[in-house]
C-alpha cells in the first residue's frame, strides 16, 4: 500500500513541476522570454547541446557555412542546412539584413543577427533534427537563449510539429542552441 502512496506522490509532484514550467515560460507581449508576473528565467546551468552527426553518407559532418539574406516588411524566410527563421509580415520594420552563424560546427548552437534586434512579431526558429544526437525525439527536447546580461542559458518555450521539427518563438536575436531533456 505505501508503495502505491509514494508512486502517486511522485506522479502528483512531477506533474506540478511540469505546469509550473509550462506556465512559467514566458508572455509573447514582452520583447525577452519572461513573462512579467513570473518569478524569472528558467536557468540552464550545465546546457547539454544537441550534437550534429556525420552524413549516413559520407560519414562526414555536413559542411556549414554562415547564411545571410535581407527580409523586409513583407516577412520571409532565412534557412540552412538545419535551422530556419520565417518571419511573418510586419515583423521588422523595414529591410534587414538578417544572418545565420554557426557557433560550433559540431552542435546545434547559432546567432543570429543583427545581434539584439527585436520583432514587433514574433519570429518562429525550426531546429531540423535529422542526422544529430536528438533525431526522433524533438518532443523531448528543448531550445535555450544565451542571456549575456545575466551571463546564463535560459530556457525557451519550445513546441514540435514532428518528431524531428523543435521549434521556438523569438522575440529578439542572440544565440541560441537545441537542447538535449530540455
Excluded at 31 to 41: Q, R
Excluded at 96 to 102: F, L, R
Excluded at 144 to 172: I, K, R, V
Amino acid at each position: 500500500m505505501i508503495p502505491v502512496l509514494r508512486a502517486k506522490a511522485k506522479y502528483l509532484v512531477l506533474t506540478c513541476l511540469t505546469l509550473l514550467v509550462i506556465v512559467g515560460c514566458g508572455d509573447s507581449h514582452r520583447s525577452d522570454p519572461v513573462a512579467a508576473d513570473s518569478p524569472g528565467p528558467i536557468v540552464v546551468e550545465n546546457p547539454v547541446f544537441i550534437k550534429r552527426l556525420p552524413s549516413r553518407d559520407t560519414g562526414q559532418l555536413p559542411r556549414l557555412v554562415a547564411t545571410n539574406t535581407v527580409i523586409g516588411v513583407d516577412g520571409g524566410t532565412l534557412q540552412n542546412a538545419f535551422v530556419t527563421l520565417v518571419f511573418p509580415a510586419g515583423a521588422l520594420d523595414g529591410d534587414t539584413q538578417i544572418s545565420v552563424e554557426i557557433v560550433d560546427p559540431e552542435l546545434m548552437l547559432v546567432e543570429f543577427r543583427p545581434e539584439g534586434i527585436v520583432f514587433n512579431t514574433p519570429v518562429i526558429m525550426t531546429f531540423d533534427l535529422m542526422n544529430t544526437t536528438a533525431e526522433g525525439t524533438a518532443a523531448a527536447c528543448g531550445v535555450g537563449w544565451y542571456n549575456p546580461s545575466a551571463m546564463q542559458w535560459e530556457l525557451l518555450e519550445s513546441y514540435s510539429t514532428g518528431p524531428n521539427s523543435l521549434n521556438a518563438t523569438l522575440y529578439h536575436f542572440s544565440k541560441y542552441g537545441g537542447l538535449i531533456g530540455g
